[in-house]
């Protein structure tokens, strides 16, 4: 799948986020401390989940995976940024720049089915209560997330399997710190008009239909609640503002990388950070700190750990 026989080109430059060195400098700080702060925040939501038996419900079981993909979307092209940063050393192989691409797209497509997935289980709980339990059962949930990774991966195997081929004769820089479709397309030495459509066929419409979906489906829930109790409203709002929040962070980027009908306009690439920086970070922040149980079993975690520590 990755042969490059055909090719010129056997790696390709990342430009990155800017080439002003005092930038440069800021970016190497902020990136370093965003990841730290992204692995201890995410595998912290992770371990919490997996280890209180308070947590082990459909809505923390779908956490903790988001958690999971989160960790390994940054984890896919924030050290290789930082790494550039640091030794100046900015190229990335033909065969790691496809693995990449292929990897982004698999759990970028599994966390839009995943999100889908923690959709439907506040559609469920706020709706019908009653019937939680039967309908989210573990088997429902490991039912979804095996669905969500098989749709990531048809929709990766997909993308790569029309542009691995492509010929590449010598253009070989990427503006931008990690290898994605639209980039990698537009180097290709021959006219790419139907690549460039597919690529938003594929990934473009499929953001925007998610992302009004699950926006569709929030508004449902608000409506029948409002419709059920008019006090119930706010409660209800306050659940979903941070899946709302959520889902406005990933879509955003995506559906402007892939849809815009200027992809010359470097702010795509600064929009980029938002999912490879931002959102991991805030999903943990969101999902515990506005979490009553998930501030308890933080509690429940750190009081086990200090009397661990004190007996040994």
């Not at 209180?52 to 940024?81: E, G, Q, R, W």
């Not at 640091?86 to 720049?97: D, L, N, V, W």
């Not at 970070?281 to 933080?298: E, F, V």
């Amino acid at each position: 799948m990755f042969e490059t026989n055909y090719s010129e080109v056997s790696q390709f430059v990342l430009l990155g986020l800017s080439t002003y060195r005092p930038v440069q400098h800021f970016l190497l700080a902020f990136s370093t401390v965003f990841y730290v702060t992204i692995v201890l925040g995410n595998l912290f939501v992770v371990f919490t989940v997996t280890f209180d038996p308070y947590l082990h419900s459909s809505m923390y079981f779908l956490l903790a995976n988001l958690s999971f993909i989160d960790l390994c979307l940054s984890t896919l092209t924030v050290p290789k940024m930082i790494h550039n940063l640091c030794s100046g050393h900015k190229t990335i192989s033909f065969q790691g720049c496809v693995i990449q691409i292929f990897a982004l797209h698999v759990l970028g497509g599994s966390e839009m089915v995943l999100l889908i997935a923690m959709a439907l289980d506040r559609y469920v709980a706020i709706c019908k209560p009653l019937h939680y339990l039967t309908i989210m059962s573990p088997q429902m949930c490991i039912l979804l997330l095996s669905g969500a990774w098989v749709i990531g991966l048809i929709h990766a195997v997909v993308q790569v399997a029309f542009v691995v081929h492509l010929p590449f004769c010598g253009p070989n820089e990427i503006d931008s710190f990690y290898c994605d479709l639209p980039w990698f397309i537009k180097l290709a030495c021959t006219d790419t008009y139907r690549m460039e459509f597919m690529v938003t066929a594929n990934s473009g419409f499929i953001s925007m239909g998610t992302f009004f979906l699950l926006l569709m489906s929030y508004i449902f829930i608000l409506v029948t609640v409002w419709k059920r109790s008019s006090g119930g409203l706010s409660k209800a709002f306050s659940t979903l503002s941070a899946h709302i929040t959520v889902v406005v962070l990933f879509f955003g980027p995506c559906i402007f990388v892939y849809v815009w009908p200027f992809p010359t306009v470097p702010v795509d690439k600064f929009l980029a950070i938002l999912d490879f920086m931002i959102t991991p970070i805030l999903n943990p922040i969101i999902y515990t700190l506005r979490n009553k149980d998930m501030k308890m079993a933080m509690k429940r975690l750190s009081s086990q750990f200090l009397s661990l520590r004190m007996i040994s």
